[in-house]
């Protein structure tokens, strides 16, 4: 069984947070709390599969949310041109995820059909709901629809041989997470099914949700679709950069052959 290398990818951050912002009924809730934003690069030889797109300038500046890295520019250093990407999983559909749709057009994208249904249905009219999403960022999806350039999912599938998504919902009605095969292990991106390991392991579910009782199964779903606990990687968690080498350049850390320090509550 061939296996596949991942990095994560670095390309923005944001401190002016607290902990009630990534936990419900946290006891500390004005406790600082940064959060990291990830994009995810998985490559077998000449096989790429990019994990969502990060966001870009306009958006950055549309949300007052600087970015430090334009996606297309975070991955130069692997080698990689926007426009070489042909295959892109899109986990789900808010801002910081599909915010670079439009930079990929040659890519095709994978995602589930319940999120493309959610973000162009009626739970839209809702402005909370509405809130992690932009309009120009859906438009992109279905215009690559039209263009024949989305292939939907409906729970679990195979992507490429040893890259399977597997649909959690709870964040966002069609939020999925993506397990890949690697010389560690089965990896589980887990996006923002966990956006901190303290979401998962400590069951401490985030504010922004669709469907709580599908986030806190979401959790069980990370734990036995990953070889091991310290296999899943949250979506936004800066202790990622800190249990995971870097690798090629500052804003790159490599997963796939797993952490190099323990879990934080190990």
Not at 2 to 27: E, L, P
Not at 53 to 58: E, H, K, L, P, W
Not at 233 to 239: A, I, K
Request: glycine share 6%; with cysteine.
């Amino acid at each position: 069984m061939t296996t596949w290398q991942v990095h994560a990818v670095k390309y923005a951050d944001r401190n002016a947070r607290v902990r009630g912002d990534s936990f419900i009924f946290d006891d500390n809730h004005d406790v600082p709390h940064p959060i990291d934003y990830f994009m995810w690069v998985l490559r077998r030889g000449d096989e790429v599969i990019l994990v969502d797109t990060g966001y870009d300038d306009a958006e950055a500046a549309a949300r007052d949310r600087p970015i430090r890295l334009a996606p297309d520019v975070a991955l130069a250093p692997l080698g990689l041109r926007a426009a070489d990407i042909t295959t892109l999983i899109v986990t789900h559909l808010h801002y910081d995820h599909a915010g670079g749709l439009h930079l990929f057009p040659n890519a095709t994208l994978h995602m589930q059909a319940a999120e493309m249904a959610y973000a162009t249905g009626p739970c839209m009219c809702r402005d909370t709901l509405r809130m992690p999403f932009t309009a120009g960022h859906i438009c992109e999806a279905v215009q690559r629809l039209y263009a024949g350039q989305v292939v939907f999912h409906d729970g679990d599938a195979q992507v490429a041989d040893g890259v399977t998504v597997h649909c959690i919902g709870g964040h966002s009605r069609g939020l999925q997470a993506v397990r890949v095969r690697t010389d560690a292990g089965w990896l589980v991106l887990a996006s923002d099914a966990a956006h901190f390991y303290e979401n998962v392991f400590a069951r401490k579910p985030f504010p922004i949700v669709v469907d709580l009782q599908n986030m806190l199964d979401g959790f069980d779903t990370l734990e036995r679709l990953a070889s091991a606990r310290d296999l899943i990687v949250p979506g936004h968690d800066p202790l990622v950069r800190e249990i995971f080498p870097q690798d090629i350049a500052p804003h790159i850390f490599r997963l796939d052959q797993g952490p190099t320090k323990p879990l934080p509550d190990d």
